[in-house]
Each structure stands twice: as C-alpha cells, then as structure tokens.
C-alpha cells in the first residue's frame, strides 16, 4: 500500500492553510524578540487586523464594483493598517512611556477583544461571528507545472495569494535578519543595546521598526483568518 495513501490530502492542505496565521505572527514575534522587545500583544494585533480587513471589506465592496476587482484587496490593505496601528500604540508604550513589556502586552490584547467586539456590536449590529453576505473570497492559484503532480499538486497547488505571499516573506525575514546590515543592526540591538548606542545605532528607532514590521505581519495573518478562509 502506498503510504501517501494513508493521509488524507485534504487535511495536509488544510494544515498548510491553517499555519499561514501562526507562522506570520512567529515571523513578528522573532523580529521583536531580536530587537530586545518582548511583544504579547500579537494576538490582539492579528484580532483587529482581522476586524479592520472585515469592516473595509465591507465598506468597499461599491468602490470595488466600480473599479471592477474585489473589496477584498482593500481589506487586506486595512487589516494590515489595522495591525500596525495597534502595533504603535504597543510600541509608544513601552519605548515612549517605559511600561513593563509583559503588562502592555495583556493590556493590549485585553484592548483588541474589547474594542472589536464594541465596534462589532456598533457597526453592524451583531455578536460573535461577521461575515459579509456580498464578500467574494480571495482567488485561488492554480499552479500549473504543480496542479498535475500527484498528491503535491493537491496539497501545494490551490492556495490563496496570502499563503504563496508568506512564504516568500518567511525567506525575506531570514534574508534581511541575517544576510544585510539591516539585520545585523537588529540583532545587535537586542543583544548588546548599549553597543549599539555606541556605534551610532538608534535603539529605539530600530524597535520602533521592528514592532511596526511585527504589527503588519500580524495584521497581515488576522486577514488571512478573517478572509482566507472564506
């Protein structure tokens, strides 16, 4: 028997899709964490970019009729605004105003849950799950040298834009954190900070960088769960 056909293709696939968020919030937590900032506030980072990619989705979906493509893309531009704004005001707070990394972080997140659900309950007048009847979902690639591959075609081939985008993030994040200045300057301010401040580096502006990249790519994995999933 063949092993492959042990597995069920559609549960492999599934998996890819359902690692997309968690691995584009792995990507922000790690540039966080090499820049000396303990960032917990991922989660609530990801929940209003989900909420945010939802509501101008919605508020879009004219615009997007008129100039004949899908709201959708505009609500991947808003979830990711959504995300980095949350992302500032972590970053303000903790760069800014000195709060401890670990409170901001739960109060962050105690904010993102709180805020979403007022404004879910406002706008559109509901509780819990939203999703808008008129939303066309994002389209599907079929990759054409992989769709006639067995089994990988089924597993690979087929998969939003998002999930193809966030792997060729992943090999921009590894790039950037270890093969260019710019991460070298990272790394050396979350290692050795004061070294750092002695070779010219501006700490604070460089975690300023490092939460805002994080706020994106969190906003940008909220999105895929509000919208990829569709």
């Known amino acids: 028997m063949d092993i492959l056909n042990l597995f069920d293709l559609d549960i492999l696939a599934a998996s890819i ?3 997309i968020p968690i691995m584009l919030a792995a990507l922000g937590g790690l540039l966080c964490l090499r820049a000396g900032v303990f960032n917990i506030a991922l989660e609530g980072q990801m929940l209003v970019g989900s909420f945010f990619g939802i509501v101008v989705t919605e508020a879009t979906v004219g615009l997007g009729a008129q100039l004949g493509i899908s709201s959708t893309w505009f609500g991947i531009i808003g979830g990711l605004l959504g995300g980095l704004a949350m992302s500032m ?6 760069l800014r105003f000195k709060a ?3 409170v901001a972080g739960i109060a962050i997140n105690l904010l993102a849950l709180g805020l979403t659900g007022f404004l879910l309950k406002t706008i559109f007048d ?6 808008p009847t008129d939303m066309v979902p994002l389209p599907k690639i ?3 040298a992989l769709a006639d591959i067995p089994y990988v075609g089924d597993t690979i081939s087929g998969h939003t834009p998002l999930v193809y985008l966030t792997f060729v993030i992943v090999l921009v994040t590894w790039v950037a954190l270890y093969r260019m200045p710019s991460g070298l300057r990272l790394r050396s301010v979350g290692e050795q900070p004061d070294a750092a401040r002695t070779a010219g580096i501006k700490v604070d502006r460089v975690r300023y960088q490092a939460v805002a990249w994080s706020g994106l790519l969190c906003g940008l994995a909220g999105t895929h769960l509000a919208l990829g999933y569709s």
């Open 100 to 102: 401890d990394h670990i």
């Open 126 to 131: 509901v509780q819990g799950v939203f999703r």
């Open 142 to 144: 079929v990759i054409p």
């Open 17 to 19: 899709r359902v690692s």
């Open 89 to 94: 005001v972590f970053a303000v707070s903790i």
